[in-house]
């Protein structure tokens, strides 16, 4: 009899085990999944303010007249290289894209795949601390920078720095390298996405300022292949026009 109970315990302490490793293996659970296709609800190239005008610095002020001036002449490739080398549109302008974007979360990390030249983007929730030899060492901007996320109860809390001042916040907002911008990614409802975004940019923006985008979920679909470049070289646009 006690040969029974011990190897029983044994075995309970085995598949006890068994279920922590597939538990690991899994990554952390989640409060809700954002999962799906999505597409803005009401497509824009402006990220408007949740209240009142973007609170430009004097600097701020300066860069963004100077691109509207650019734009104006069609200078494009002085202040918007997405536009004129189809470069990636950077954090939070992806976000505005009228295009498809689909959200796969896998262990830990949301990963969002654009319609639009099949552009990339993650946010890391799984607290796992960056590997320098294989993340890099972070000291170089990139267009969409490092996003790490946590979640606060069923919203999806992500800030993103270390970003190219060479993107825009939208189709002429400036911003510098210091900027940090903070997304809350919540569902509505089970078709409607919200992402409540912040921006936060002290030599360009005398205080922190929002905006907020919806979007309703698609039907699941494969992405046809998209190159920006194609279009570059038919003289088209190259990002979709809202």
Known sequence: MRRWVFSTGLLALSVSLALGAQGAL??????????GVWKIAKPTSVLKPTSGPVPFTEEGRKHYEENKQLKARG????YDIATSRCSN??????MLTPWRFKIWQRQGVLTFDYEWNR????????????????????????????????????T???QTTNMSDRT?????VPHSADAKITERLR?????????????????YFTHPWSGTVTYKRQPAALFPEDICLDRLDAHQPTLPSS
């Open 89 to 94: 549109p950077g954090v939070p302008r992806l």
């Open 156 to 158: 999806l809390v992500a």
């Open 26 to 35: 899994a990554g952390p659970t989640v409060p809700v999944s954002l999962e």
């Open 75 to 78: 200078a494009y490739d002085d």
């Open 187 to 203: 569902l509505v409802d089970r078709n409607t996405l919200e992402d409540r975004i912040t921006i936060e940019d002290p030599a």
């Open 168 to 172: 825009l916040i939208d189709d002429l």
């Open 119 to 154: 552009a990339l983007r993650q946010i890391d929730t799984g607290g796992v601390p960056r590997d320098p030899d294989i993340l890099g060492s972070g000291l170089v901007p990139s267009m969409t920078g490092d996003s790490v996320g946590h979640w606060e109860g069923k």
